[in-house]
């Protein structure tokens, strides 16, 4: 079956614009989680969302937000971009919440000029 | 304070031989998860083995295993018989299961080299 799809798998914004990034789970799947990771930073958790309510959060400022569709795909959306926000997001399924296995997508690379 | 350490920043090993990637973690929770994930330069993340904190034997998977130390607070993954396909960053994750859901802390990665 289809793994996690991710769109678009590439984008350049500049600051101060907003992007939306998609997320495809799994058929079948319920959570959907994001991560950032930078060569700084390494991967950190941003959010979980499990049947369209999110259920964790990270540390990360309000620019960065996220919903989940009736159908689990989701989107994460940043506003205000900053030249930190350059990174690769990566989105994961599982089954259901707390669901042992995170399934990850190809990510989609944010680059911010 | 860093919850998954990595203190392996390179690795290189000959094919066919086995190689040891370190992981120390910590946590205060009694009840974890302890993921191996590989990341080849495509960028997807690809699950390896999981071992859970009660678990009494450690995990295998194929080629891959998990070297399990509780008391340590140590979970090596141990590659046997290396490929030149194994060549990618490893990351070592931790999920702590009290509230936190499908969170995953990940470690800084280990970027393995396998020489032909």
């Known amino acids: 079956k289809a793994g996690v799809t991710q769109t678009p798998r590439y984008l350049i914004k500049t600051r101060g614009q907003q992007v939306t990034l998609s997320c495809s789970p799994i058929?079948?799947?319920?959570?959907v989680s994001w991560y950032q990771q930078t060569p700084g930073q390494g991967l950190q958790f941003l959010f979980e969302y499990f049947s369209e309510t999110q259920r964790n959060k990270g540390n990360f400022p309000g620019r960065f937000s996220g919903r989940q569709f009736s159908n689990s795909r989701s989107e994460m959306n940043v506003s205000t971009l900053e030249l930190g926000d350059s990174a690769l997001y990566l989105c994961a399924s599982s089954p259901g919440f707390g669901a042992n296995v995170l399934t990850f997508g190809a990510g989609s690379r944010l680059t911010v000029l | 304070a860093q919850k998954i350490t990595q203190t392996q920043p390179g690795m290189f090993v000959q094919e066919k031989e086995a190689v040891t990637l370190d992981c120390t973690y910590d946590?205060?929770?009694?009840?974890?998860?302890l993921f191996w994930y590989k990341q080849p330069s495509s960028g997807e993340m690809i699950f390896l083995i999981y071992q859970g904190s009660y678990d009494q034997q450690n995990a295998t998977e194929g080629r891959y295993s998990l070297n399990f130390q509780k008391a340590r607070k140590s979970a090596n993954l141990v590659i046997s018989a290396s490929q030149l396909g194994d060549s990618a960053m490893y990351f070592c994750a931790m999920r702590e299961f009290y509230n936190q859901g499908g969170k995953l802390i990940f470690g800084q990665g280990t970027e393995l080299s396998v020489k032909p």
């Open positions: 058929s079948g799947h319920r959570s």
């Open positions: 946590t205060s929770d009694p009840s974890y998860g």
